[in-house]
């Protein structure tokens, strides 16, 4: 079996791996432990978030979309994931897209004025 660096260790051990990597802006990095990490867990929201955060700021948009879907799916009123869909979606220039999940997670945060 041939381990590298990424998939090395306990699920804890890397996921305190990817947020080092996340923390050091090495997104990159981090998204490819998550990556094996999402697979193994699934069902997990926090892995599967910074995995679509790690993709968001290494410009790999359309992973990071796909990634806030699921979640969003999975829990419609997941108001960083919503909010985090909606940027994802203004970066793309799919502005109409995006003004729905914008609304919906000011609204989640309480933020009135801006829905």
């Not at 700021?57 to 994931?81: F, I, K, N």
């Not at 909010?83 to 203004?90: A, N, P, S």
Request: hydrophobic letters at 40%.
């Amino acid at each position: 079996m041939d381990m590298t660096y990424y998939d090395h260790g306990t699920p804890a051990e890397r996921w305190e791996r990817a947020q080092m990597f996340f923390d050091a802006k090495d997104y990159a990095a981090a998204a490819r432990v998550l990556g094996g990490l999402v697979e193994e867990v699934p069902e997990q929201t926090g892995p599967r978030l910074l995995l679509a955060r790690s993709y968001y700021h290494s410009a790999q948009l359309r992973r990071a979309e796909a990634e806030l879907r699921v979640l969003v799916e999975r829990d419609p009123v997941e108001h960083y994931a919503r909010l985090m869909l909606g940027r994802t979606l203004e970066r793309q220039g799919r502005h109409e897209e995006a003004g729905p999940h914008l609304r919906i997670a000011s609204a989640l945060a309480g933020d009135f004025e801006r829905v």
